[in-house]
């Protein structure tokens, strides 16, 4: 399968995309830990990129698109993929699109998590995530660790993303009304978007993704 996943910040896109990902054997793409790993290894991209996501904007298009498109390109997602976090504007929905067009292949699916605004930020602005792996995320009232600051699944350090702090989050919620809300527009032209709620506990959420993946929004 070849599907999208949209949401605000908040929705628990990289939670659900890890789980999502594993029940349909598919590899996780997230743009956002691309990101991320660029930046830990220092990396020229990395460079680039950091003070765009540290104030919560987007990473421009020339560099994004380009890394997404090599990320795609890998073995391992030839037979599909998980997007968290690409498209999140319509001129990088249309890019994509090109790209599968040239392939010769197509979207399944675009599972659209929805959350009210006042939940995102009481998630994001308590959110502490792991250092070694970012779908393993904590909240500091929701969700404690067993032992302050230590992931419980693997052991690494939990901190603060950067991007997490509450004024950076209410950018980030302007960028993705302005720049992101409009590609949902775009798919649905495609009839391609499913919309869940993803409120409730995160199993539950995985349990409705996977029905509504199953019954395709096409015909
Ligand atoms: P995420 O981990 O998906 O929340 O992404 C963290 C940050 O990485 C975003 O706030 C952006 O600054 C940047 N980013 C991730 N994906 C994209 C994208 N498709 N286009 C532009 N910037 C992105």
Redesign the pocket.
């Known amino acids: 399968m070849r599907i999208v996943l949209v949401g605000p910040?908040g929705a628990g896109?990289?939670t659900q995309a890890a789980f999502l990902a594993k029940n349909l054997s598919i590899p996780h793409i997230?743009?956002?830990?691309?990101?991320?790993a660029n930046i830990s290894q220092g990396t020229a991209l990395g460079k680039q990129?950091k003070a765009?996501?540290d104030?919560?904007?987007?990473?421009?298009?020339e560099v994004?698109i380009g890394m997404?498109q090599d990320r795609l390109e890998q073995p391992d997602a030839a037979g599909g993929f998980l997007l968290?976090?690409?498209?999140?504007?319509v001129n990088?929905a249309e890019a994509l699109d090109a790209y599968l067009v040239e392939k010769g292949i197509a979207l399944d699916g675009v599972l659209d998590l929805e959350v009210p605004e006042e939940e995102v930020v009481k998630r994001i602005a308590g959110r502490r995530t792991c250092r070694k792996d970012?779908a393993h995320t904590f909240h500091i009232e929701y969700k404690k660790p067993e032992v302050e600051g230590v992931c419980d699944v693997c052991g690494g350090e939990l901190y603060q993303?950067g991007?997490d702090s509450e004024d950076t989050v209410r950018n980030?919620l302007d960028?993705y009304h302005r720049e992101t809300e409009p590609i949902i527009d775009y798919f649905k032209q495609q009839e391609l978007v499913v919309t869940i709620t993803a409120l409730g506990p995160v199993a539950d959420v995985t349990q409705r993704a996977m029905d509504a993946l199953k019954k395709p929004a096409k015909g």
């Open positions: 910040p896109k990289g997230s743009t956002g830990d691309l990101f991320r990129a765009y996501m104030a919560g904007n987007l990473v421009p298009d994004t997404a968290d976090g690409f498209p999140r504007n990088q970012s993303r991007d980030r960028v």
